[in-house]
């Protein structure tokens, strides 16, 4: 399967989302885990809540090496309204960066651990 691909990227995301519950689950984090999505049809693809208080993170997942912020628009409208929450992009980056936004920008794998930590 090429890596371009939008088959590629939907692939990436539900490994990745996959991964998350797994973690949820097997650490008992007793995580709520939703999405968000504005009414000017910008996404978040996770959204990760203890109770109902405000957001821990959001989390954009992104097949990509090299992201930038036109990936994550969502996270950037997130922030507005909800600007305690930590905001991720979980890449397969091959290092950590943080975006000129704020945005961590974290290789998967890595991502993973740092979502376990919140």
Not at 39 to 67: C, F, M
Not at 102 to 115: A, H, I, R
Request: with cysteine; glycine share 6%; hydrophobic share 35%.
């Amino acid at each position: 399967m090429r890596e371009h691909t939008s088959r590629f990227g939907e692939l990436f995301e539900c490994l990745v989302t996959q991964e998350i519950y797994r973690l949820n689950c097997e650490r008992e984090l007793d995580f709520k885990i939703s999405y968000w999505h504005s009414n000017t049809n910008l996404v978040v693809d996770l959204v990760l809540s203890r109770g109902s208080g405000d957001p821990l993170a959001a989390i954009e997942i992104k097949s990509d090496t090299q992201p930038d912020t036109m990936d994550w628009k969502g996270l950037i409208a997130f922030s507005s309204e909800y600007p305690t929450a930590q905001r991720f992009c979980l890449c397969r980056s091959p290092h950590p960066y943080k975006a000129s936004d704020g945005t961590d920008v974290l290789p998967w794998l890595d991502g993973l651990e740092q979502v376990a930590l919140l």
